[in-house]
């Protein structure tokens, strides 16, 4: 087929059956825009029933089209029965583009419908453009270990598939529009599920360590000693803040990974964020370019943050640490 009869801009909604996961309303925000300059329309993809206020916060984000499938086989969630779903979906609507949001489930399922619609998926972009001269979303994403900037697109085939991580961009909704309302009836076959959930216990998570709405962010790099930091988690509170890291401090065992701010961690937008001991690598700072003041401390005046920071101080870390906790005291 011509990629001409490919119409419409979908986004995946994943949610829990009361609440929206926020990167699927970011992400509604942004793909408005793109499917503008596209002059095409956006439709939100539901499975499963969602509350009336759920619904609203999706209206809200200026979808002219909102598709809900019910059907058996998709509780609890399996990675068989969305693949499947999506892959159908595809083939009788033909939309021009499917996003879906970079959590543990959308980067799984995500790549497996657009190999079975032998399509391309891209992941983890930091920008989207649409190139009205050829019809492609560029699809711009740190490469090479943060050393460049690659543009991806999908020249020929559609839909164009995308997975996008959670904070890449701001949930701003344009208001709602007139809506189209589509229901399908899908039914996955249970004995075609290849996995079965044993088990599940929820994950004791701290509400205070969330990254993804922490409004001050304390964050340490590489220099970080791990006797050291206790001082920076003192920091954080004191603020009413949230301590985060780069990814060697993660992979040093320091902190878990959900600290990670960057490409291969959170995308934050803190009003604050005091940085200590970060070089300033393009993987790292692309995931704190929707911050508001950004704080540095370094010892190496030549480190790349520098060129990030709206103010900078060239010393120990832990000694100008330990300064602005004398100073809170």
């Not at 001409?4 to 059956?17: A, C, L, P, Q, S």
């Not at 499975?47 to 909102?66: E, S, Y």
């Amino acid at each position: 087929m011509d990629k001409r009869d490919f119409k419409d801009m979908w986004v995946y909604i994943e949610h829990n059956g009361v609440e929206i996961e926020p990167v699927s309303l970011e992400l509604c925000c942004e793909i408005r825009k793109i499917a503008d300059s596209a002059r095409e329309k956006l439709a939100a993809v539901i499975v499963g029933t969602l509350p009336q206020t759920a619904l609203n916060r999706i209206t809200q984000c200026g979808v002219d089209k909102l598709i809900q499938v019910m059907g058996a086989g998709y509780e609890p969630f399996n990675i068989d029965a969305y693949t499947a779903l999506f892959a159908k979906l595809c083939i009788r609507h033909l939309p021009s583009a499917v996003f879906v949001g970079g959590t543990v489930n959308g980067r799984d399922f995500a790549p497996r419908f657009a190999c079975r619609l032998r399509t391309g998926c891209t992941s983890d972009a930091t920008e989207l453009v649409f190139d009205k001269t050829t019809g492609n979303i560029e699809f711009i994403e740190p490469a090479v270990g943060g050393k460049m900037m690659a543009v991806i697109t999908v020249p020929e085939m559609r839909p164009q598939i995308g997975t996008i991580r959670p904070g890449t961009f701001k949930y701003m909704p344009a208001g709602a529009r007139k809506v189209e309302y589509i229901s399908e009836r899908i039914d996955f076959d249970p004995e075609l599920i290849r996995t079965e959930v044993l088990n599940y216990e929820p994950y004791d998570e701290d509400d205070t360590m969330d990254l993804s709405t922490a409004d001050i962010v304390v964050c340490i790099g590489n220099g970080v000693k791990t006797d050291s930091v206790p001082l920076y988690l003192t920091l954080a509170k004191k603020l009413g803040g949230t301590l985060g890291c780069t990814r060697p401090v993660f992979d040093r065992g320091i902190l878990p990974y959900k600290q990670v701010i960057g490409q291969s961690g959170v995308m934050i937008k803190p009003r604050l964020l005091l940085s200590f001991g970060v070089s300033g690598a393009l993987n790292h700072v692309t995931g704190i370019s929707g911050s508001g003041k950004i704080f540095a401390v370094n010892d190496d005046p030549e480190a790349d943050i520098f060129h990030y920071c709206d103010y900078g101080i060239i010393g120990d870390m832990d000694e100008i640490c330990c300064g602005i906790l004398a100073g809170l005291d």
